[in-house]
């Protein structure tokens, strides 16, 4: 069973001024499939790294991310892709504290105009076990016309003055399992990426 995730607001609850990004989460061959449908922005233009392959830093780019999250041990998967084709993937365990990054995915994407399409295959062992919480973000432009975009943005009640983009306050990343796209009676595999990390 599939399911859609549209992002319609800014990091801090503003409502977004074009079409808004899609995200659809669906049973895939070992793995999570990713679709993505966007607006394309080319600002800023192409990371230098070849389409297909993993980009450090990527996130200073046009890019979507979807994090996957265990909120009782903190370990997460950070999933981002780009409309150029590049990918990054990072393992966390602990606020921010990627202990793999760069694996390999299967990620295609294809700009049509001014909209983009992406489908990415994320492997199982690359989610830790038992993951309960989900975000997914959107970013694009440079400098003061960064933009950055959120799934479930901090309200406006909890800024505080001086506050910039943070996507890895947990605290406000909202349920998911991964049993209702994969069916309730659906376990997990294991994975020997997260042994030592629960």
């Not at 997460?76 to 602990?94: A, D, K, M, N, R």
Request: hydrophobic share 40%; net charge negative; aromatic share 14%.
């Amino acid at each position: 069973m599939a399911m859609e995730f549209v992002i319609r607001h800014t990091w801090d609850s503003s409502p977004v001024t074009h079409d808004p990004v899609t995200i659809k989460l669906s049973p895939g061959a070992g793995g999570l499939k990713m679709e993505v449908f966007a607006p394309f922005f080319n600002y800023p233009e192409s990371p230098a790294g070849p389409p297909g392959h993993a980009f450090p830093g990527l996130w200073d780019y046009e890019v979507v991310e979807a994090f996957f999250l265990d909120n009782t041990t903190v370990n997460y998967l950070e999933v981002e892709v780009c409309p150029h084709g590049q990918h990054l993937i990072l393992l966390l365990s602990g606020r921010g504290q990627a202990f793999v990054q760069q694996l390999p995915i299967v990620f295609n994407a294809k700009i049509t105009g001014d909209t983009w399409v992406g489908e990415a295959l994320l492997p199982w062992a690359y989610f830790p076990p038992n993951v309960n919480k989900m975000n997914s973000y959107a970013i694009h432009g440079s400098g003061v016309k960064r933009t950055y975009e959120s799934l479930y943005p901090v309200p406006k009640e909890d800024l505080v003055e001086g506050q910039t983009p943070n996507f890895h306050l947990l605290e406000y990343f909202q349920d998911f399992h991964l049993q209702s796209i994969m069916g309730d009676d659906w376990v997990q595999p294991e994975s020997d990426l997260w042994k030592g990390k629960c």
